[in-house]
């Protein structure tokens, strides 16, 4: 096998048979279909197939097959067409993850998939008709010449993976039906052209403008009926497209209204969910005051969450990626406390997978000087104040990154101080249970916790003592 | 800066360029957005945008700008609407229930939101082609003074804003969808004069009438076909408006069925439980009788709790939140329990958070004498008898605000008395961990409560035995 | 106060007042509203309220008001509806399953609801026509007499009080649904003609077929446009009907479709369930015969069960409803199983509390022999056979109210044979922590089912012996 | 009774009294439903149903009855609608599963069912007017003759049988609606030429397809208006048709996105999910490289599973079925892993009714060597690297079939090795407890499995102590 047959694939017999051989750019180096040269092509192409639909249509039923612009525009076609099939012969695909380049195996992907509809599309109907001298042959032979359309499925599916990456996939599949809807429609509207005739004269914009007009007014079931059939073919033509236009009717009315309220879901889910909270602080008299706090509440869960439920979302992982996850949310967490620096990674895990995320209002008593105290918390976001058990003496304000419970935990004593969330905080409960197997697996980590835990505390004393005495 | 710089704002500069200085009254007092002032100007707002967009097209197809009304109208939005951008350049908006009064942090978001529009919407356009003369220029000229339509925006929202407080939100969305869906066809119905002109020459209302009669047969896809396009231009225009009418039917139609289902949640799923129910019922051939017990169960709980489940509303709640509305949802127990009345925050706090509710139908037992009990009850709806293990002597009727089932849990006996709901009642159970955990904790409840339950076993007995000696 | 005003209530005032007395006979008994008589009184009601709608606007539109079985038919309406209002002032209601008989409370509901509308309906205004010499006069005035329509709203809820008790509620609704929108179509036929009169001379009939045929091909938004408005109110009243008729027609899209998935939620539920359980089964290969079986299962447990939930639904009711539900559906069992006979209320209560509906399919082992057992199973419906443990031996066959399992519970013993379900079974399990600790409570029933397990246990031992000696 | 009439059954009377006698051939075996040749015979009077129900309306409107061919037809149809009598009177059924083939029960059951309608199709009454001389008999008397359309139901229950063996339930219902509609608007079709006649004077062919487009033109609620009725009749026939079509409308409109919703529930289910779980990692920001591990893992999921949790789908049966289909499904593994070849059916049920599956991503750590180990595995599906501890030493690579983690709980010691995921594994997971009860239970099982742990033991001890030395 020579290293060009290897090359051009399958492609290759093709070309070599239509001597476009000068196409074939020697490409030993795969292409990875996220290149940002390839998804150029994918467009380019795209915009080839959507610009074939449209003017083929319109080339047969005006007949400006002389036309020469347009067989430039076939030719052009053509050749696209022919490189896209070399292009992909040459793309890997992935699977599972996993880059396949075996050349081998894209070959018999590509032989199953995509290949023949490339390839009837690539097929140069337009010049052989221009060569043939059968170019002004009519009717029938002339709609062979629609082989450019086998290109649309595929230019239609590089259109919703470029968007998929970028745009809302609601608004995307509106996007993707309102194009197919209108590529329908001006595929209906030459055919109908093509059927009826030119009764009234009129030029061809005007033309296709009317048969445009009629087709719409067909499809949204308005019916003015100021266009009707009047021969056997053209009423039999009208009643299959009034069938196609009440399926088609049937498929939007479906769609809209549900596209729309997957514009987006979390925010349509998180208004209902207020609205039942209001309905029922409504019903059940709650003070305006109550009310507007727990809106606030929710408000600013909705702000900082946009209603996402990162537990339920991680809960679905394997334990690997969970970490992942965790870990690279966490990451400011992790930087910002100073335990956990140049703390090993098994020591960082074991502490992140088993925070529990809180959320404390302005006001709260996150713990009460004297109670007995299960938890730690580190600072996510927001700010605490450290106070004496009456909430007379201000030991400390604690901000993000920081941690405090800890001293109960510790010295089994009950809490020293009554810490209040000043505004919305973000905490992270860390649990007795797991704070004691992580102490007595990691020395290291129970060592520096102890010595901070002391000092913060006869600091605490210290302080408390030195207020008293004023 | 001067103060008066300072006050008036961004908005002080396009004043004096204007010469409208007299307005800036000096207001250096910030306006909250909930003063009954502000409410009330911002529905004059509205009032004026609305009637702006329904008169300005009209003014435009029916060459309405020499009259002297219109343009007194016109110079009067324009005073509303400059007014408008002083005010909410000096309105407070809320964070998170934290009011911000800061100016800067108050012209950066009205800089970066509504100002735009609503200067575009103040432009004196109307006024400039009055005093320049193009009064009389026809055509797209005309169009540039719908810029008065900018200001819909806002003024549908506080549409929405103003009704959200009040209304039902489900009703408060078809209103406001009617409310859109009237003024595009008033706009279509302008649209359609502007191109098809008055070919039957009609006069003014005939011809509104007409256009807005088509306008509707089109939108609602009934399409008679008595009034059709003739030119490419009137054809295009159709097609266009077939295509939204369209659009906006599915709108419709997806959302009537959804809108009218929402009116009422609760009373609907309410609604397919009991018919679910009643079929079970019906089909495992339970006894008329038990069928109407089990239906006016239901009813009850419908009409004394609209199908909200309390519990599960609050557990969603922080602690601080849960308390405060837990406190006073049950305040009125809080009130007439006698043993809360004096009792610490905390007491209370600690009993109420613990409290299930229960439901009794009129006949249930709810302690039976003899039994070992482990819960202790609060009446908060309904009466219940106290009676004889054999239900013949009746000792008391118990009413909401009183409590039973004390004497069991304190004393560790059997159960003294049989205890019936007399009618429907709603019961707050205690159980007897909680019911301990407390006692520990608040020896005073624990002497006051004992001294109850003392006294009313001892009733109790006295009147068994004097019962018995009849 | 009267004996006959108290009687006659405020219904009485209007009676003396237009000299009706007569029909004011003396029902001093209060009159229930399950009253088969009460409920033939109300269908009575029901189909003059409609008849009157259907006939009164037709009368107008084709100035009837002199045809004089119409003057009798509308005093029988008068008579009618009056008579309703001292029978509707004379009805009892219910409140949470009370029955309410007191004459205030009757008398202030009444006044609150459905009294004006019944009033307003009752007004002789035809008759009044008729006296006053009005009768020729046109127009608006004829309007008034469309008062009886008032009536319709209370009979529309006969309606469906009426069909509620026997019909599908999702049928009932498709009716009504249905019921409403020929009524709306009448009215607005009438209202097509009253607006645009008989511009082709047509009789009577034909007028009216036409007119409703123009009203049902607009609200079908059909739209022949054979039909069309001329002047400016036609035009208007058009535009109307349009709108109302586009929303019509999105509620019955969106409610058929609903209405008819809930003439049967249960079995669509099911046939959805069984569908995916067969894809599942299809797509991980599973044998046919095994495919057959499991479907077979789920066919058992729809044709047995409905696909109701029993347990589920017995869950949300308050204890003592339960209870009442349980031995309703289980009285066959305590019927058949002797143990039960003559026990007492608590001790079956107890019982039938802890049973667990089981389904066993044919060949299914339920107990093995030399197995540790820990329930003893009574039989609801089915046979099963008792053999040895290597199934050889047939030692007896056990039919529905029979029992089994109890000799290992009671005995502290190994299963001493194989029981296995001949055919599908519905068995109730009892298991052991239940059945010790009614043991303990009752000692009566330990003895009863002692000797019976001990005189079953040495059947067996002989029956095995014997066996082992053929 | 004869053997010949009690194989003819009712049907016999029948056919003696018509004189079909010689199509009584003795089929005294029953006939199987699930039999091939039944199921053909089956497909051919769906076929000659339908085209009774597509040509006899024809015949009728066209007055073809004189047409030999058509009589011929007619003929054939009532020879095979008497035969399919006899077929089914011999049928056997299923209930539960069980093949009812008792004569007395299917007779029963074919008298209570099919047999009226079957025997109302049967009657050859195009037959009888050839005969009888009324064959040129118009009008009303000629729709007798539709008495062939009784055989449709059945025939539309054939089509859903056979076709729901094989095709996808939403597709089937999706042709079934597809299929009733063409049948109603053939109807329409010929109904609206029976009442408006051929004013046009147009050939039957181009009068039939005018028809056909004037009823999809109405259904499909276009309604162009060129074909409108003009007397009463007519009339009142389109109204009914309007009415008739809007339903219908609504129902398609409510199917067709709900059926191509259901094409495939677990897709578009997978789709959703996958959907959210990408806006939860684009809102957060996680690194792209992490966001396509979490979509390939998913992905894979998908192509592994189909989105099918086989858990939930087996916890629904009872323990009978469960174990059945868990051996199925599990069967690869039990033919390869050695420890179960040979083992009893017993000890093979315990085990795999007690497996849990889990899946690793490439690089996972399974087991950790140092750690305490609580489950061992089994490898359904990839391959694991069994490593020392640092991840130097490379012992061996298991496949599919084996198993591991056996070590660490026979012989009470941490993990002796870790393993890895090279690539996604599909594993079982068996814990601790099982893995004791079952050793307990099957002395033979645990001496294997000890045997084979201590054996792979030591080999990693010489592979480390070997690889440590080089």
Not at 98 to 126: C, H, M, N, Q
Not at 242 to 254: D, P, S
Not at 356 to 376: L, N, Y
Not at 423 to 446: G, H, I, M, N, Q
């Amino acid at each position: 096998m020579t290293p060009l047959f290897r090359l051009l694939n399958i492609a290759a017999i093709l070309d070599q048979a239509l001597d476009f051989k000068e196409i074939a750019i020697d490409i030993d180096i795969m292409i990875q279909p996220e290149n940002k040269l390839k998804q150029g092509w994918d467009v380019i192409v795209l915009a080839a197939a959507i610009s074939a639909a449209i003017v083929t249509p319109l080339s047969i039923i005006f007949h400006l097959t002389r036309f020469s612009l347009l067989n430039l525009f076939n030719g052009l076609l053509v050749i696209l067409f022919l490189v896209d099939i070399v292009v992909s012969s040459n793309t890997t695909f992935s699977l599972h993850g996993e880059i396949i380049s075996d050349r081998k195996a894209i070959t018999k992907k590509y032989l199953r998939g995509w290949f023949w509809p490339d390839l009837i599309a690539a097929l140069p109907v337009g010049l052989l008709f221009f060569i043939s001298g059968l170019l002004t042959a009519g009717g029938p032979l002339q709609l062979l010449r629609l082989n450019l359309l086998f290109k649309l499925p595929k230019a239609s599916r590089t259109l919703s993976r470029t968007g998929g990456a970028r745009v809302n996939p609601a608004i995307l599949r509106l996007v993707l039906l309102v194009f197919w809807i209108f590529l329908a429609a001006h595929f209906i509207s030459c055919s109908w052209i093509l059927i009826s005739g030119n009764p009234d004269g009129l030029d061809p914009v005007s033309l296709y403008i009317r048969s445009f007009y009629w087709t719409i007014t067909t499809l949204t079931t308005i019916g003015y009926g100021d266009i009707t059939p009047s021969g056997n073919i053209q009423t039999l033509f009208v009643v299959l497209i009034e069938l196609i236009g009440a399926g088609m009717y049937g498929l939007i009315i479906g769609n809209i209204a549900n596209l729309i309220a997957n514009i987006d879901v979390a925010k349509s889910q998180y208004k209902e969910k207020l609205e039942k909270i209001n309905t029922f602080l409504k019903y059940r008299n709650i003070p305006v005051s109550m009310q507007k706090k727990i809106n606030n509440y929710y408000s600013y869960l909705w702000e900082s969450r946009r209603g996402y439920d990162e537990f339920s979302v991680l809960q679905d992982l394997p334990d690997h990626l969970k970490v992942s996850v965790s870990l690279y949310l966490n990451k400011e967490i992790i930087e910002k406390v100073p335990i956990f620096q140049g703390a090993g990674e098994d020591f960082i895990k074991e502490i992140i997978l088993n925070l529990t995320p809180v959320v404390f209002t302005p006001g709260d008593s996150i713990v009460k000087a004297g109670e007995v105290g299960f938890d730690m918390y580190f600072i996510s976001k927001g700010s605490v104040d450290v106070m004496s058990a009456d909430e007379r003496i201000h030991y400390a304000t604690l901000g993000s990154g920081q941690f405090f419970g800890e001293i109960a935990l510790l010295l089994s004593m009950p809490r020293t101080a009554t810490i209040k969330a000043r505004e919305y905080c973000d905490l992270y409960r860390l649990d007795k249970d797991t704070f004691d197997r992580v102490l007595s697996r990691y020395p290291e980590f129970a060592e520096t916790i102890t010595a901070m835990a002391e000092k913060r505390s006869s600091e605490i004393q210290a302080a408390s003592a030195g207020k008293k005495d004023q």
